[in-house]
């Protein structure tokens, strides 16, 4: 089997669903000639050519409209916003015209554009390149909204994402990209070269939207989590010594509630983890969407780890960032509450 | 005397009370504008932005180079459409104050524009419109029966209740879903045309925004990526002088026109006389060309009036002199090409009247239909579960279990 870092994953998806559907165009600010500032489109301009990987504009606004109505003339557009920092110029566009058009027209419009775009912190990027917004885009009916945390998963769901014909906001977590990353910023980096989810199949296959997966089995605790944190979350349960189970949520809209309340029903303690600030968050939602079913399994009130509600500052990283310390600590506050 | 910095407030000309006043409206005499060879280059065509392109002169006669030569015929199959378009308004308008719909937003004084654009754009080109274009839906093949059950909500209401009245939206038709926010369907048009040249194919797509929304970030976004792709699009901005209650002043309009917005990103743009029919038709077709033959967008600024109320939410004589449609340079569209119509043999007063009576009957009869299928009052009534419908392609597990929960609501009730 191939092995591939995130980036490579994200790249064999657009080619596999550029070869296998004509319809398939990739648009976004740098992503034809010189493939992206990530490399994600790195040689699909010359292999499709410029007329199906188009450099765009900086106007983030213009590309998401642009590609609307690309896929309303039947192209299947996929729109890369260079960071999910600059998403919010396209913001209107996304929620009042590519959330709804299917709604408000009764399906005779829609419009299956794909918006990727990287997310998260830990890179060094200061609070305009290190936000997770992804709560902001649950919010919205109309839209799907995924993260993957390893290669495997990003180019399955990205193939899943470009094939659905529903609107979907697919985040990447810029600082898993080349490699898994714990959470101590002190340890040297690590590849995905020798980690089971960096097995990735050459062709076409998908991951399928709206399914959670078991990340780590446990029986003592449950931890719900996404994005670069699933692998702070296993690192803090080998650190802490228990014996957690963790859920990649993988497609935060829709949630497949069942994984996570089968799990916490097991278990019976549940920590919740992302890096996006606490007040309001996505973790707000998977809080109370849990405690609804799983009420009388629960030995101790759910807890969340997230990112402090302040912007993303820039010298402070690892104060701010729900590293494997912090992680920690949150598993022991839930294994120690009656 | 020091010269310092000065903020400067928009002012319009006349508030009610006032006189009013026109002067600052520049006017070219018909059929005095030039008519450019297609392919010319945009640097050689900035007097088209800058003056008036008109064909109908104060007598009613068609004049210039701009002149279509359209038959006698075509003009009168143009004016019962026209004269359809609003006796629907006026019924609507009506129906509204009566409390029977929620709203409505009418076109009077602006009917020229949609019907002699949608008349020189081929079928199978795209159109993505504002608010005040209905005549794009009617000309396309919309029946005022379902036009009246969209504004009524009822169970043949094409938005299943979903939308506000006038926000239609017909595929047959190729014209695009009205979303209610101002200027976002034009990166829509201009994506739409990109697509139609990437496939190869030969269809443009047309999109239409007011004076006021041309501050809207989406109108540049729109302007830019259609310069720098030439994509297959007319971009037409329907200034019709007031913005609610500003005035086109406040959306920048005093210092160029909006037709020279696009100039500096290479996009010709025509200043059309808005209500004049035959000037409207022949910018569109020599526009449509110059998309279809590679030449890329240009934009088209409709001057013209709106001689009625923002909406029937809206009430004018509080911020504009009442009498000020009439003192229009322009005049009204409907008049206008009746009057050429007149002038050239082919129309009479007495025609007109009984035109107009044919189209308040049709309006009549179709308002008479629509209620059948149920109003705000009377059945039958929408099934209010269906709101959970086409919010996805497939309905995820959430939305089904929130249909279930009113569902029981609804029969607990």
């Known amino acids: ?338 | 005397m020091i010269e310092k910095s000065r903020l400067k407030i928009p002012q319009p000309y006349a508030r009610p009370g006032d006189e009013p006043d026109f002067s600052y409206l520049e006017l070219s005499p018909a059929g005095e504008i030039d008519k450019p060879q297609i392919g010319a280059r945009t640097r050689d065509l900035e007097y088209l932005a800058n003056g008036l392109v008109r064909v109908l002169d104060d007598d009613h006669e068609a004049q210039g180079p701009w002149n279509p030569d359209l038959d006698p015929e075509k003009l009168q199959v143009a004016l019962r459409w026209m004269l359809l378009n609003r006796a629907f308004d006026d019924r609507m308008w009506q129906i509204q104050r009566q409390g029977r719909i929620s709203f409505y937003m009418q076109a009077r004084g602006e009917e020229a524009i949609s019907i002699a654009q949608g008349m020189a754009l081929r079928s199978g080109d795209m159109c993505f419109p504002s608010y005040r274009n209905q005549g794009l839906y009617m000309y396309r093949g919309m029946t005022l029966v379902d036009m009246m059950c969209q504004c009524l909500s009822n169970t043949r209401d094409m938005c299943q209740g979903r939308q506000l009245p006038i926000m239609y939206h017909s595929k047959e038709g190729n014209v695009f879903s009205i979303s209610g926010n101002l200027a976002t369907q034009y990166p829509h048009a201009v994506g739409w045309a990109m697509a139609s040249a990437l496939k190869g194919e030969d269809h443009i797509a047309a999109s239409w925004l007011g004076d006021g929304s041309t501050a809207e970030a989406d109108f540049y976004h729109a302007l830019t990526f259609a310069a720098v792709y030439q994509a297959p699009v007319i971009l037409n901005v329907v200034n019709n002088q007031w913005a609610i209650s500003t005035f086109q002043g406040t959306a920048g309009g005093e210092r160029r026109p909006f037709a020279a917005r696009g100039l500096g990103l290479g996009i010709p743009g025509l200043r059309v006389d808005g209500n004049d029919f035959l000037a409207i038709y022949a910018a569109t077709l020599w526009a449509a060309d110059h998309a279809r033959r590679g030449h890329g967008p240009t934009l088209i600024e409709h001057v013209t009036y709106r001689g009625g109320a923002h909406s029937t939410s809206d009430d004018p004589s509080k911020y504009r002199p009442k009498d000020e449609w009439d003192a229009f340079p322009l005049g009204d569209p409907v008049e206008r090409l009746k009057g050429h119509l007149i002038k050239i043999g082919a129309w009479s007063e007495k025609k007109h009247e009984k035109l107009w009576d044919e189209c308040v009957e049709e309006v009549t009869a179709a308002w008479k239909e629509a209620q059948q299928y149920g109003t705000m009052t009377e059945g039958p009534f929408l099934d209010p579960v269906t709101m959970f419908e086409d919010v996805y392609a497939e309905m995820p597990k959430n939305l089904e279990s929130q249909r279930r929960r009113l569902l029981e609501i609804l029969g607990e009730e």
């Open chain 1, 1 to 338: 089997m191939p092995k591939m870092n995130m980036i490579e994953a994200i790249r064999s998806a657009h080619d596999v669903m550029m070869e296998r559907d004509s319809s398939v165009v990739v648009l976004g600010e740098d992503v034809g000639y010189f493939g992206g500032v990530f490399r994600c489109t790195d040689g699909l301009q010359r292999k499709y050519g410029e007329h199906r990987v188009i450099d765009a504009p900086i106007a983030e606004g213009g590309i998401i409209g642009a590609a609307i109505g690309m896929g309303v003339n039947g192209l299947r557009p996929v729109a890369e916003i260079q960071f999910a920092d600059y998403i919010y110029p396209g913001f209107d566009q996304i929620v009042s015209e590519l959330a709804r058009l299917r709604y408000r027209s009764c399906g005779e419009f829609f419009s299956p554009v794909t918006i990727r775009t990287p997310c998260g912190g830990g890179i060094r990027g200061g609070q305009t390149h290190s936000q997770s917004p992804e709560g902001i885009f649950t919010h919205v009916s109309g839209i799907k909204t995924v993260m993957p945390s390893n290669p495997y998963d990003a180019k399955g769901l990205l193939i899943a994402a470009i094939e659905s014909d529903d609107p979907v906001v697919f985040f990447e977590p810029k600082r898993i990209y080349n490699g898994p990353f714990d959470g101590d910023p002190d340890k040297p980096g690590v590849s995905w070269a020798n980690h089971p989810k960096g097995e990735v199949p050459e062709g076409y296959y998908t991951v399928p939207l709206g399914t959670a997966e078991v990340a780590l089995e446990g029986e003592e605790l449950t931890i719900v989590t996404y994005g670069t944190l699933v692998h702070v979350a296993i690192a803090a349960a080998a650190e802490t010594g228990v014996d957690a189970e963790v859920i990649d949520v993988r497609t935060m809209a829709p949630l497949d509630v069942k994984t996570l309340t089968d799990s916490v029903m097991k278990t019976g303690r549940c920590l919740i983890a992302h890096e996006a600030t606490r007040f309001g968050g996505y973790g707000a939602e998977l809080a109370a969407t849990i405690q609804k079913d799983c009420f009388y399994h629960l030995e101790a009130p759910i807890r969340r780890v997230a990112g402090w509600d302040t912007p993303y500052p820039h010298a402070f990283e690892w104060q701010y960032f729900p590293g494997l310390k912090r992680m920690c600590a949150g598993i022991q506050r839930v294994m120690e509450a009656e």
